[in-house]
Every structure is written in C-alpha cells, then in structure tokens.
C-alpha cells in the first residue's frame, strides 16, 4: 500500500508516506488517547494484487505492481507528504535557489542499505548517472536529462543544477535511489537485484515465489521508525472474485473492490464489522488506445467515429455503479491543469455512422459488418487478465461498436505478458488500459514523439509537433498560468484527435481489515503513514 512517486511517472501516482516521529528505540510514536488501543508490533499484512512484478529495480519498470512492491523497499530523495506536499524522505532537507535553477540536497546521515551498508551521495550520482546511460533500458531519463550538472559537495550532499526552468525538477528527486555499491560498473538489466532488491525503505526483502506471492520483512533500522507490522505479503491472485473470496476467508487484509462488490456484496454486517472500506476519487483514467501505425487507425475520423460510438454514461452506471466520473482527456477532474472546458465527443451513433462513411466506411455485408475494398471493419481489444472491471467495459463497448457496424474481438493476456509481448513492443490493434497519474501535469513521457521506442510509454506511436512544443514549453517554465495555457492547448488537440478514447475515471475503493488499526485516510490516500499501522496484540494471526 506504501509507495513512493517515482520520476512523476504516468504509469501511476506512488504517493510517499508521510514523515512518522521516532522514539529512542526507532519505533514509531503514534498519539494513544488513555480508551485508544496500545500499539504493538508483530503480525503480517497480505495485499491481493492481480498482477506480478516484472522486475523489483524500479528503473527498469513500467508497471504498477512492480513499482508498488519496490515502493516499500526504495526511497527518493523527497515524497510527497498526506497532503500532496513535497518534503524531505532520504534528504533530511532541500534549498531551492532563487532562480529555480539549483537544488541543494542535505541528506540524511545514519542511513543504512539493507545489507548494512551506508547510504550516502555516490548512490544519488549512481542512479543519476545509471539513468540518463543510454544503454539503460528506462522510460524515465527524460527528466534526469535537463540536468546541466550533478555534483556531490561531500558525501551527504547533493547539488543538482540545470540550464534553463524546468518546472518537475524538485519532484522528479522522488525516483528511487539504487545502491552503487551492489551496481556501479555491472550491467544493470543483468543485476540479481531484479529479483533480490536492497533498499532504504520500511520493509527488506524477504521471499518471491513466482505466480504466488512476494514477501517482505520489516527493516528493523528504517530511519523513520520500524514499521509496527513485522511482514508484509503480496498475494499474486489474478481475478479479482477469487481474490474477494480470499478476503472474505480472511486470507488477506487489503484489496481493491471492484464496483459491484462495493455496492452489493459489502454491505452486511457479517463484513462491515470486520472489513473497513473507503471510497475516494482515483487519479485515474481508463483509456482505449489506438495503436496509430496501423493503418486502421490513421485517420482521426475513425477515431472520433469510436468514440462516438461509445456510450460513457452507460460505462459509469453499468460498470463502476455510478462510482467516477467521464474522462475526457490525459488529466483528471480537480488537478488546476485540467481544462474543464474541452469539448467531449458525446454519444451519437448517427455522427459514429456519418464519420465513418466520410472516412470510406459506408456498406455493410450481410452480417452487418461495415467493408471497404472488401475487407471488414474488424479490431481486437486487447486487456489484462484478471480485471473485471476492464472486461466488462470491453463487452459494453463491443456492443455498442456491434450497432454501427464494427466487428470487435477481445482478448485477455495475462499481466506479465500483456506488457512484454504486446504492449512493449506495439503489438496490438487497440488496448485497453489505464494510467493513473502524478500531481504535476506534466505528460512528456506519454505523448511526445520522443518517447515511442520499444519499451516507453507512448506506445501507441502518437506524433503531433505542436503537442510536442507545448509539451517542452509546458515543462520549461516556472509560471504557472503559462503551464496551465500549454495544458490546456494539448488537452484540446487530444480532445480533438482523439488518440486515445478517454473512457472513465473510476473512484478508488479500498477495503482493508479492521484488525489493521492506524489507517488514516487522507488526500495522498491510505498508505502515507502505513509504518504506524498495527494489529492488536489479542487480534494478530500470524504469529511466528
């Protein structure tokens, strides 16, 4: 549940723990009124997650259920606190220059890797150095490559100066820091780290057993306090039912519900009593990508036509219960960089069929099916296994696509496959996915031109040079209506080409057991202070 924004990648927010007080015993002090049940330490959390890690060396991953296991093992340099504020993790503090140009990095002393050795600035210029290598496979060298120069003024601070304004430079210091002395001068994709990591953060390292499940322990010398909770498990369950009744069993504490059983299934008092459940806006957007080097998809015409086609209002009620809200570009509702003001293709068919015809789409065969030089309108959506809610968008918008003429096809891929074999390497007509995004608005990674190779995340091949401007202008400034006229420009020409069809943006629904006591829901979500989580002493099932 713990995790750490990593370069503000837009694979998804990992949100940092706020700064917990420490006692001379290095446990976490939480405020205990005198009717308030005692801390204690001991027992072990277990998280459901439908995907596996690819890798545990945060560089190297593009995944959400990598960076969230590696989110408790690695710290950045700052984190955002329960409040979105950036702050010091493994720098104690920072100083800003006037200009914006330079940061100054005091880090933190006394801090240990998990193998005991010390933490110091030759890891921040390691992982620096590693990142913007262009041998490294990463998506995330972009922001490290503004840097004009990086140097270490002693072994406990770091000073970072770049050439002109750029505007994420303080929160692209939460990328993770690796340990130079496990890594520097070794092939990094080569490293057993991928699969052994050591780090700085609240919990080591302990077990992974491949398609079952991640263990970690509690780091005993984390610098702000031992964790109350002594393991921490990942639980690889790839459906989200069985994953429901595994929680219902009491096999696990902590999952995300999908919709319906938020609404239908946890409503008894069998389950309210022992399960506590949140509910929240996500920053999170389900989108259908178009891979735009087929030829399918090259004429924005037949994707507004798509999206035309696709009815939102019937995705929200029928899918999330009316739990989110109409995504209508690469920002969610709330943030100040979002353009309320875009106009969204609403649901039209006629307008779908008009599109479509313009585009050379105008005769059907005798299955209904729309042909042009004798070959069908014909796609597959490709998405994850194990996510219902995805699966379930996917048939509603066959459906709908079904009555303009258009013959969709869909296919589930597991987790760890989807990502290498199909979206990787661009190996796919149409996908089905979701990005969950940082605070800053910055959108370089996933819709510059740059970014397309095997590997990054503009996967789907999008080219657009006045997007490409407006990115660099929008990154390159430290003024804020100046950001904010950049953003806005980009959200109308996506708005306008449509290279992605902006579904929904769902609410977050966690649920985690009511014997986890100290969950503190804020607006950084429920894992900003998970090292001050505890179980009662009479209330731990898994005691050693």
Request: glycine share 8%.
């Amino acid at each position: 549940m713990r995790a750490v924004q990593l370069v503000r990648c837009l694979v998804l927010l990992l949100l940092g723990i706020a700064a917990a007080c420490t006692s001379q015993d290095r446990s976490p002090v939480v405020p205990v009124s005198s009717t308030a049940v005692i801390p204690a330490t001991g027992d072990t959390l277990v998280e459901g997650t439908i995907g596996e890690a690819s890798t545990l060396i945060p560089l190297l991953a593009s995944d959400s259920s990598s960076h969230a296991v590696a989110g408790q093992i690695y710290n950045g340099l700052i984190k955002y606190d329960k409040n979105l504020n950036l702050v010091g993790d493994l720098a104690e503090s920072f100083d800003v220059s006037a200009d914006g140009l330079t940061i100054t990095f005091h880090l933190r002393k006394g801090v240990t890797w998990h193998d005991g050795a010390p933490f110091s600035s030759r890891d921040v210029l390691y992982t620096y150095q590693v990142t913007v290598d262009p041998k490294t496979p990463t998506a995330y060298a972009e922001d490290f490559k503004q840097v004009k120069n990086i140097a270490a003024l002693d072994s406990h601070t770091v000073q970072v100066t770049y050439g002109s304004p750029f505007a994420p430079a303080l929160a692209s210091w939460g990328m993770q820091i690796l340990p130079a002395h496990l890594l520097e001068g070794r092939d990094i994709t080569q490293s057993a780290l991928a699969r052994h990591p050591v780090g700085t953060g609240p919990y080591r390292f302990k077990e992974w057993v491949a398609g079952q499940k991640i263990l970690l322990e509690a780091n005993p010398n984390y610098f702000e306090g031992r964790p109350f909770i002594d393991r921490y498990l990942y639980r690889i369950i790839p459906d989200s039912s069985t994953m429901y009744m595994e929680l219902k069993a009491a096999a696990i504490d902590l999952m995300g519900l999908t919709p319906v059983q938020y609404v239908r299934q946890t409503t008894q008092s069998s389950f309210t009593s022992r399960f506590n459940k949140f509910r929240y806006p996500s920053s999170t957007y389900l989108y259908m990508g178009y891979n735009l080097r087929h030829p399918l998809f090259g004429d924005k015409r037949i994707r507004q036509a798509l999206t035309a086609a696709i009815n939102k209002d019937e995705l929200i009620q029928g899918v999330l219960f009316g739990m989110g809200q109409k995504s209508h570009g690469p920002l969610v509702p709330g943030r100040w960089a979002y353009n309320a003001a875009v106009t969204d293709i609403g649901y039209d068919p006629g307008h779908a069929a008009e599109l479509l015809a313009q585009a050379g789409w105008k005769n059907k065969n005798s299955d209904g099916i729309l042909v042009k030089g004798g070959k069908p309108f014909s796609f597959t959506i490709l998405t994850n296994q194990g996510n219902q809610q995805r699966l379930m968008t996917a048939q509603i918008i066959q459906q709908r696509l079904r009555f303009v003429g258009i013959d969709v096809k869909i296919r589930i891929v597991e987790w760890a496959a989807f990502l290498k074999e199909f979206v990787n390497k661009g190996n796919f007509e149409v996908v089905l996915l979701a990005w969950q995004i940082s605070q800053d608005p910055d959108l370089y990674d996933i819709w510059h031109s740059s970014k397309t190779k095997p590997g990054e995340l503009n996967f789907i091949g999008y080219t657009n040079p006045e997007v490409d401007r407006l990115l660099v202008e929008g990154r390159s400034t430290f003024d804020m209506e100046k950001r904010k006229r950049a953003y806005f420009r980009i959200q109308e020409i996506l708005a306008e080409e449509q290279p992605y069809t902006f579904l929904y943006v769902p609410d977050a629904l966690p649920v985690v057991s009511s014997r986890i006591r100290g969950v503190e829901p804020a607006p950084a979500g429920l894992g900003h202070n998970q090292i001050r989580w505890f179980v009662p002493k009479n209330e731990q099932l898994y005691v050693p």
